[in-house]
């Protein structure tokens, strides 16, 4: 992505977060503040140790996007994000987080019908560094986990790059590269609709994105569960099993 010729300058500053927030803030950027926190979270993903932390000690947040479209390279945007703490195999009911944020462009009728998000609700949400930075907060060094997860993580890292210059580091478990290795042949399309009724798990508010994660962290805890119980302890040997799934 090229960059503004004139005032090169200001934009060099920028990407270093060197710009004081104030002038930030009035040139519609985001804040240095919240540049400096993404980029220092993202410097502190991939330590080693996390491989070896028991599954039943694994801090996790399972999380999901709505957004306009399914193309994040060709101008499609984040309209809320949706996640929840797990530990383990248990779901921390108290610690959510959902935000709708502002994508700045036109939201196509069948995703509003899809998702319930209309331009009216959007306009009164924060901007998207500002649901990022609260997101990117919530999450902190923990684990990743979502469902068919190259759509989030293209959409999270599109989002990075536009606000902070930098790239998604946090370790990420895709509950369906999961279901694929613990449930071989069971499932055709191993969709979260598919798996969620597999597993006995209710379906309700599907496209609401705290909703899905919601649904979602109950798929990821069976699956922990049944990973116990093939001795699986860790997640160094979660990789190892999905590297040969």
Known sequence: MKEPAQGGGFWSALRRGGVPSAIASVMGAPTAQQMAFI??????????????????RLE???????????????GDEILSFGAIRVVGDTIMEKEQFYTLVNPRTVIPEHITELTGITREM???????????????????GRVLVAHASAHDKAFLNAALWKTSKVQLTHRVLDTMMLAKWL?????????????LTYQSIPIEGRHHALEDAKMTAKLWVAYVQEMLE????????????????
């Open 122 to 140: 959007t306009d009164e949400a924060p901007p998207l560094m500002n649901g990022l930075h609260d997101f990117m907060s919530f999450v902190g």
């Open 39 to 56: 980029r220092s979270l993202t410097r502190e993903q991939r330590r080693s140790e996390v491989l070896r932390t028991p599954l039943e």
């Open 230 to 245: 093939r001795n699986v302890t860790n997640l160094a040997d979660v990789y190892a099993h999905l590297s040969h799934a």
């Open 183 to 195: 449930e071989p042949q069971q499932h055709q399309t191993y969709s979260l609709d598919e798996l």
């Open 60 to 74: 996790t947040v399972v999380f999901d996007l709505e957004t306009t479209g399914f193309s994040a390279q060709h």
